[in-house]
């Protein structure tokens, strides 16, 4: 029984990241890490076609690795490339946070698509009050549009709701990154929250299957690049 046991379990395994490879969906991973070339590399050639890295520390400042972890993505290929700021309420001064995190990626003339707000963690990394959360948030978004950057949110309705209040839908018109791990790379278990309607992304697992990377990375799923 044991040895058929192993067997089904090696066979839906398989199973499921043929599907991830044959679905015509794109499959792109999220990094707090510094990844190198090699590991991209290996990445390509097991389908990534979007990595978002993290640029910004919640604790208030640049993430060093941010520049190099992405200049190895560009360097092998990698479609597509943006970054995630995780914004530090407590810090103070939403503005000078974004500009801190964006001229140090121009710093080191950093390439990039989007730049997502990670908006996550009520009672640790957020206030008590949902009226101060929301303007930090809109203060966030202000100034990253104010520098050109093409703004999105990574949240969820666990996190989002709780930090700004069920009925706040200031960023619905921004693009959505949620996070549901379902394991199931397809957007057929959203439910509209925030006033978005639709998402962009979905991080569904947090981890990778590929290149020995685990925990490294988060895998997500979009229809676009």
């Known amino acids: 029984y044991w040895g058929v046991f192993k067997k089904m379990k090696i066979y839906t395994s398989l199973l499921f990241f043929s599907l991830i ?46 520049p190099h972890t992405i200049a190895n993505a560009h360097a092998v290929g990698v479609p597509r490339v943006d970054v995630y700021m995780f914004p530090c309420f407590s810090c103070g001064d939403a503005a000078s946070q974004v500009q801190d995190a964006v001229s140090y990626l121009q710093s080191y003339d950093t390439e990039y698509t989007a730049f997502w707000l990670d908006i996550e963690g009520p009672g640790q990394y957020w206030g008590s009050s949902t009226s101060d959360n929301q303007k930090f948030f809109e203060d966030l978004v202000s100034e990253a549009q104010s520098l050109g950057q ?73 229809k676009i690049v």
């Not at 009925?167 to 057929?188: I, R, T, V």
């Not at 925030?194 to 685990?214: A, F, N, R």
């Open 150 to 222: 093409t703004v999105g949110v990574y949240t969820s309705s666990s996190q989002w709701e709780p930090i700004m209040g069920k009925s706040y839908d200031g960023g619905k018109d921004l693009p959505l990154w949620y996070a549901h791990y379902d394991y199931d790379p397809n957007f057929s278990d959203f439910e509209a929250f925030g006033g978005w309607t639709e998402p962009t992304i979905k991080q569904y697992d947090d981890v990778s299957p590929y290149c020995s990377l685990g925990g490294a990375c988060d895998s997500n799923y979009s």
């Open 21 to 66: 490879a044959l679905c015509s969906c794109n499959y792109g991973i999220d990094t707090a890490s510094h990844l190198y070339e090699s590991q991209f590399t290996c990445l390509v050639n097991s389908g990534l076609q979007f990595a978002i890295v993290r640029c910004y520390h919640s604790y208030g400042a640049p993430d060093e690795n941010a």
